[in-house]
C-alpha cells in the first residue's frame, strides 16, 4: 500500500493546512465499511443532495448532525427480540457516516422516504465573498486629484 506524505507541503504553503488534513483523511484507510450504500447529487449551482439506503430504519432511529464542516448520519436500531434466521441477507447494524463539506455549506432539510433518507445541502456565499461588479469611473478619478 502507498502512503503520501505531505510533510513537506506544510513547510511551503501557509494557510493550507486544512486541505492537506482533507488529503490525509481522504488517503487513510479508516476502516469504513462501505455500509449504508450511499448517492451525491447535484441539483443546481449550489444545491446538493445526499441520498442514503437505510432500509429497515425508522425516523427516530436516525440522528443527523452538522459540526462545522462535517455531516454526521448515524443509525442506531433498538435491539429486538431474538430472531433465527435461515438466511439473512439485510443488514440491521448501527452505523456511523461522516461527510466533509465545503465551506458555507449547510444542510438544509432532511425526507425519509421508501427506505432512502434524503439531505438536502446548500452552499450559502456571504454577500462580502461573492463576485461584484466594479464601474470604471476614471473621469472622477481624475477629478478628485486636481
Known amino acids: 500500500m502507498r502512503t503520501v506524505d505531505f510533510t513537506p507541503l506544510y513547510r511551503n504553503a501557509i494557510g493550507f493546512d486544512r486541505l492537506f488534513n482533507l488529503m490525509e483523511t481522504a488517503n487513510a484507510k479508516n476502516g469504513s465499511s462501505g455500509y449504508p450504500p450511499y448517492n451525491i447529487e447535484q441539483k443546481g449551482e449550489n444545491q446538493y443532495r445526499i441520498t442514503m439506503a437505510v432500509a ?3 425516523e427516530q432511529d436516525l440522528d443527523i448532525t452538522q459540526q462545522e464542516n ?3 448520519v448515524q443509525g442506531e436500531r433498538k435491539p429486538e427480540d431474538e430472531k433465527t434466521y ?5 443488514a440491521e447494524r ?6 466533509q463539506l465545503a465551506d458555507y455549506v449547510k444542510v438544509v432539510g432532511a425526507t425519509m422516504e421508501n427506505g432512502l433518507l434524503h439531505v438536502d445541502l446548500e452552499r450559502e456565499i456571504p454577500e462580502a465573498m461573492q463576485p461584484r461588479k466594479i464601474a470604471i469611473n476614471g473621469k472622477n478619478l481624475i477629478e478628485s486629484k486636481e
Open 94 to 99: 448501527n452505523f456511523e457516516r461522516k461527510f
Open 86 to 90: 435461515i438466511y439473512q441477507g439485510i
Open 56 to 58: 429497515g430504519f425508522a
Open 70 to 72: 462535517t455531516l454526521i
